[in-house]
C-alpha cells in the first residue's frame, strides 16, 4: 500500500455555506455555483473571444478537484460577470468567471458502488468515474481469501468468500461503504470496506 493511500484523511472537507443539489438521481453527483478567473492574452480579445474564454474555462476547471466542492466533471452554464481588468506588468486580462458545474463529492460512511479494475494480496482496487478506491484484505469480511485458482478467477488474482460462494476479481461489480478520503489537485482518492451488511460483490437485482 503507497503512501498516498496511507495518508488519506479521515474527514473530507466541509460544505461550508455553499447550496449543493443533486444532479441525475446520483448522490455523490452535485449541481453547484462556481467562482474563477481566467487570465486573456490580448491577442484574443477580438472576434472569437467568447468561444475562446469557454474554451479556457473547461480546460482550468473541468478535471480539477476543489476542496469544498469535489472534482469539477463538466461545466453546463458559465457567466463573465464583467469586461475583465488588466494584469499590471504582464499585459494579461483578468476575467472573473461564474459557472455551474457537475462536481463530483465523495463523503465519509457513504456507500458506492464500484467496479475492480486490479486485484492483488494487499486487496483490489476499485473505480467509480474517475475516484480511484482500494479495499484492503483487512477491511473484508473474516474468511475471504486470495487466490489464483483456475477453478475462481479463470487463472487470475481473485478474493474467494469462505464458503466459497462470493468471488471478487477484476471487472466484479461491488458495493464499499468508505471510509476514507483524499483530495488531491487533479483527483480523488478513497479507501473503503466491504466488511458490513448489505456489502461485497453485487447480486443481479440487488
Known amino acids: 500500500l503507497g503512501p498516498e493511500l496511507a495518508q488519506l484523511s479521515i474527514d473530507t472537507a466541509p460544505l461550508g455555506d455553499f447550496a449543493w443539489n443533486f444532479a441525475a438521481g446520483k448522490s455523490m453527483f452535485y ?10 492574452r490580448p491577442e484574443y480579445l477580438g472576434p472569437g473571444y467568447h468561444s475562446y474564454v469557454e474554451d479556457l474555462l473547461r480546460q482550468k476547471e473541468e478535471g480539477r478537484v ?3 466542492h469535489g472534482l469539477v466533471v463538466a461545466i453546463a452554464q458559465h457567466w463573465t460577470l ?19 458545474a457537475v462536481v463530483l463529492q465523495l463523503f465519509k460512511n ?10 492483488n494480496k494487499l486487496g483490489f482496487f476499485g473505480e ?15 474468511g475471504w481469501r486470495y487466490t489464483e485458482d483456475e477453478i475462481h478467477g479463470g487463472g487470475g488474482p ?24 483524499k483530495h488531491e489537485s ?3 482518492m478513497a479507501i473503503g470496506t466491504t466488511n458490513g451488511e448489505y456489502l461485497g460483490p453485487r447480486v443481479l437485482g440487488r
Open 66 to 68: 476543489h476542496d469544498q
Open 31 to 40: 449541481f453547484t455555483d462556481m467562482y474563477t478567473y481566467l487570465l486573456v
Open 128 to 142: 467509480i468515474g474517475p475516484v480511484r478506491i482500494f479495499v484492503s484484505k483487512s477491511s473484508m469480511p473474516e
Open 158 to 181: 481473485v478474493y474467494v468468500s469462505e464458503n466459497g460462494v462470493q468471488s471478487i476479481k477484476r471487472e466484479s461489480a461491488v458495493r464499499v461503504r468508505l471510509v476514507a478520503t
Open 82 to 100: 464583467d469586461k475583465g481588468k488588466l494584469q499590471e506588468g504582464t499585459g494579461l486580462v483578468m476575467v472573473p468567471m461564474k459557472y455551474k
Open 186 to 188: 487533479d483527483r480523488i
Open 110 to 119: 457513504e456507500v458506492v458502488d464500484v467496479e475492480v479494475v486490479e486485484v
